[in-house]
């Protein structure tokens, strides 16, 4: 199997890194543009395209040190990766929808379009910092190079995009991707006891297991408990983390885990995450 060159390995953890909401430059759409339904994360519900209550004019967040203990958990989960900024000043060019009310709506459908294209990049950009053959790796390259530059279209283009033929090949690329490196970095284990996906483990007790290398794609975690774990190579990509307990589990080179997978776990000082991947603050 040949390398990534460094070059192109680099640079694609760069990309995957600069991934970082920029809320001083948005504004508000996660707050606005989407739909809440009030649950156990949501203290409201809040249809979409309407602000919540608690932003503020300047788009700040009236209630932000206290998210958490005033029922709004699911904002401090919720991650767009920096497409909010690349809407509200790339697509729109800095025009404000509270001032330009004719833009509000096609900023607001706009928004979860972008979210989801970031979320794409994020890993595609991972997939390429990893060792796979000469093919794949050209695959990813242009795949990536698409990608960003659908970004940079402007509104009424990126509402026509059809996101579910877009998904097709990059699902196909990132699952090419997953299963290389798994095989190669993995040695010894059982391929069949590897393939977990879509695995029902919610409230399962797993604590200290080596489960590296396991493909846990769509799986469900809910509350399971992942202390001391050992989680390395492990594919996420759609798994619910929700409560899960990742005391002490080293993800340290787990695959395509998200920061809104980690926010809504349970961790501490001694989980060890990707570089990509902030810690939590409620964590602390």
Known sequence: MSNVTNRDSSVSI??????????????GLCCTALNIVASSDFAINKPAGSPCPNLRENYSCHIHSQLRETGFKGCTVFD?????????QVTFQGQDWRQSREHADKMFRVFPIMEQLYEMIAYVAEALSYQVDHDLSGQLQAELELLQQTTELDANALLALDIVAIRVPVNALLLQTSEQVRQHRIKGKNSRQLNQRGADWMGKNL???????????????IAANLQDANLREVDFIGADLRDANLCGADLSTSMFLTQMQINAAQGDRYTKLPTYIKRPAHWQ
Do not use: P
């Open 80 to 88: 767009c990766l920096g497409a909010g900024q690349q809407v509200s």
């Open 207 to 221: 604590k200290g297991k080596d489960l590296r290398g396991t493909d846990l794609r769509g799986g469900y975690l």
């Open 14 to 27: 760069n990309i995957r890194e600069s991934l970082q909401a920029d809320c001083q430059n948005c504004f």
